[in-house]
């Protein structure tokens, strides 16, 4: 019997190993980008964007063309890169604390003006790269190194829900959030990632990807308990689903099937 | 071309679009609006686009970025806005990006105010962001060279792959001049394919990874390095400089650059006529600076003036240019008040009877 290859790594990875810690699922994520970049034939057009924070070194694992984005500033490098090659695929991959804090301005205005440009977000509640100081999205009460008796939302106000937020604005986007703490909600998430680099490769919108991630180092708690807290704490506040679609401003969240 | 009567603002923009600039991202600051204005009508003509950004740090950013993607871009703004592109700055020198942009130097510091001044010249010619990096600076004194200068800091862009500043003012920014663009402009340096750009990697060159980060110290302190080599070169052969009566007999030097330059010049005219000799050196580019055509000039005076619309800061390089040998001595105005004529001829003459040796 021939033998049949039914599994591999994505030609969008390169063979380079991950700096990521044990547990993180930036890996994950990793993959799914690349798996849909991949299947949707847009790997060798595409130009991405590493932020600052944990995915800071994405450069060295994605095999496309890329930039190194100042703190925050990707959605700007994308709107850059995109307006002077409207031919190329053009994604930035920014955490937390770089799109949500310090980036919050540029992801807005990106999204306001519909570059056709995709920004994946993932939003695992905390600054991981600078030792696990409070993030804009860190749950209520969630202990930080910056808030070591657990976030005070009368000092630090309530997390910031982004993919609510970006799909407010009037402009056609693809907006959702997703998770990657099951095998099914990875699957969703990378269902997610399709329909936005789909909305781009027909040049349609503006997409973002929020996806939820675990950080066990930084939070403390061991990878699959990270996995357990992530749905116990975070998707209670951060529910997933479509929030926009370019046909119309769909902002009701849309439950993944089988319940999240 | 026939000349054209223009503002200097909208002939530095119709340079830009003369020398292939398809791409304007910018914020809106006065006294620079002119320019984003004429771009944004006219850079559609041509297939162009304009990009209004959010904010200064992100039109930093996106020239970032399309710089990167292998285009020409250009920026502009003034002195409050150039200080929040000190960020995209120092990225794009540390990565080696070619971008023009445009700072029409307004008085400060903090909000300061909107009238013309000179007060940006250290941000300009020392690095002005954050680490160990120059940008090229070139400084206009009229319309025309505005227009000239816009279209040889994208050669050189291209050429060192390295961000060019053109230091104006408000006056050159607002004044009207003759302007001609020469319909068979050639390229002022020689200009190579730019196959470092990301534009997609398909495995026929090493993928383009636009980048200033460098975590390994020996692999940071090679490439340090190599930009001191660039900017070496450029101290070698992109000085710039104009000169008035340096080859005949005088008694004051007055150094200054940009539109101060008009004013000493309307000086030296009055000067001769009073018989007093005084002779001008106008650095054109600032980093580089001119220092060896200064000292040279320097030494066939008995005083050095140095003009400028600041509180003297062009003057630190005019003093290690004349390492001593002759006194160096500064007017100036700040706010956006100006120097006229008659101030500086009045100068001039105490130095040339030698008088006010105070400074």
């Known amino acids: ?260 | 071309m026939a000349k054209k009567l223009m503002k200097g603002a909208e002939a530095m923009g119709e340079a830009a679009i003369q020398a292939g600039c398809r791409l304007f991202f910018g914020y809106p600051i006065t006294p620079q609006n002119e320019i984003p204005e004429y771009m944004s009508a006219r850079l559609p003509q041509v297939g162009g686009t304009f990009v209004q950004a959010e904010s200064e740090v992100a039109a930093s950013n996106m020239i970032y970025g399309a710089a990167g993607a292998g285009e020409r871009v250009l920026t502009s703004s003034s002195s409050p806005g150039i200080s929040l592109m000190m960020e995209g700055l120092s990225y794009i020198a540390g990565s080696e990006l070619p971008v023009v942009v445009i700072n029409i130097m307004r008085a400060g510091p903090g909000l300061g105010g909107i009238l013309p001044a000179q007060g940006d010249y250290f941000q300009a010619t020392k690095g002005g962001g954050h680490g160990d990096y120059r940008c090229l600076v070139l400084a206009p004194w009229s319309v025309q060279e505005a227009a000239d200068l816009v279209q040889d800091a994208f050669d050189l862009a291209d050429y060192y792959r390295n961000p060019v500043l053109i230091l104006g003012d408000g006056l050159i920014g607002q004044m009207m001049e003759p302007v001609e663009f020469k319909a068979d402009r050639r390229p002022c340096r020689p200009l190579t394919p730019k196959t470092w750009a990301s534009t997609g990697w398909k495995g026929d060159r090493p993928r383009a990874i636009i980048n200033s980060l460098f975590l390994d110290p020996e692999a940071l302190e090679r490439h340090n390095q190599k930009l001191a080599a660039k900017y070496a070169a450029m101290e070698r052969d992109e000085v710039r400089l104009a000169e008035v009566g340096t080859d005949g007999e005088y008694e004051v030097l007055v150094v200054a650059y940009g539109t101060v330059a008009r004013v000493v010049y309307t000086a030296l005219d009055d000067l001769q006529q009073a018989g007093v000799r005084a002779a001008m050196v106008r650095p054109i580019s600032l980093f580089p600076f001119p220092y060896e055509a200064v000292r040279r000039a320097a030494e066939k005076a008995k005083a050095v003036l140095v003009a400028e619309l600041s509180t003297g800061q062009m003057i630190e390089d005019v003093r290690l240019a004349v390492g001593g040998r002759v006194p160096v001595h500064f007017i100036g105005r700040q706010g956006g008040m100006l120097l006229t004529p008659e101030d500086i001829a009045a100068r001039v003459k105490e130095l040339a009877a030698g008088e006010g040796s105070h400074a």
């Not at chain 1, 700096?19 to 994950?28: A, D, E, L, R």
């Not at chain 1, 850059?80 to 604390?97: C, E, H, M, N, T």
């Not at chain 1, 409070?134 to 993919?163: F, H, K, N, S, W």
């Not at chain 1, 990632?193 to 990807?209: D, H, M, N, P, T």
């Open chain 1, 1 to 260: 019997m021939p033998e049949t290859l039914v599994f591999g790594k994505p030609t969008a990875l390169t063979e380079v190993p991950t700096h990521y810690c044990p547990g993180c699922t930036h890996g994950v994520i990793h993959r799914l980008v690349a798996e849909v970049l991949d299947e949707l034939d847009l790997t060798r057009r595409t130009v991405g964007i590493a932020p600052v924070g944990c995915s800071v070194l994405a450069y060295n694992y994605f095999a496309t063309d890329f930039h190194e984005a100042s703190h925050g500033r990707a959605p700007a490098v994308a709107t850059g890169i995109k307006r002077a090659r409207p031919d190329l695929i053009v994604f930035s991959y920014q955490g937390d604390g770089d799109l949500a804090s310090i980036g919050l301005s540029e992801v807005l205005h990106c999204a306001n003006r519909g570059e056709k440009v995709t920004v994946i977000f993932v939003n695992n509640a905390i600054y991981g790269m600078t030792g696990g100081q409070m993030a804009p999205t860190t749950m209520p009460g969630q202990v930080a190194t910056t808030c070591p008796l657990g976030r005070d939302v009368e000092q630090a106000g309530y997390p910031i829900r982004i993919a609510e937020l970006i799909s407010t604005l009037r402009t056609p986007a693809f907006v959702a959030r997703a998770s990657v703490h099951s095998p099914l909600h990875a699957v969703h998430a990378k269902e997610m990632i399709r329909r936005a680099f789909r909305c781009q490769k027909e040049g349609r919108c503006f997409s973002l990807v929020e996806v939820l991630s675990t950080c066990p180092t930084n939070w403390g708690i061991p990878p699959a308990e990270s996995l357990a807290w992530l749905e116990q704490h975070m998707l209670p506040y951060y529910p997933l689903g479509v929030f926009k679609t370019p046909e119309g401003p769909d902002r009701a969240p849309r439950p993944l099937a089988g319940g999240a």
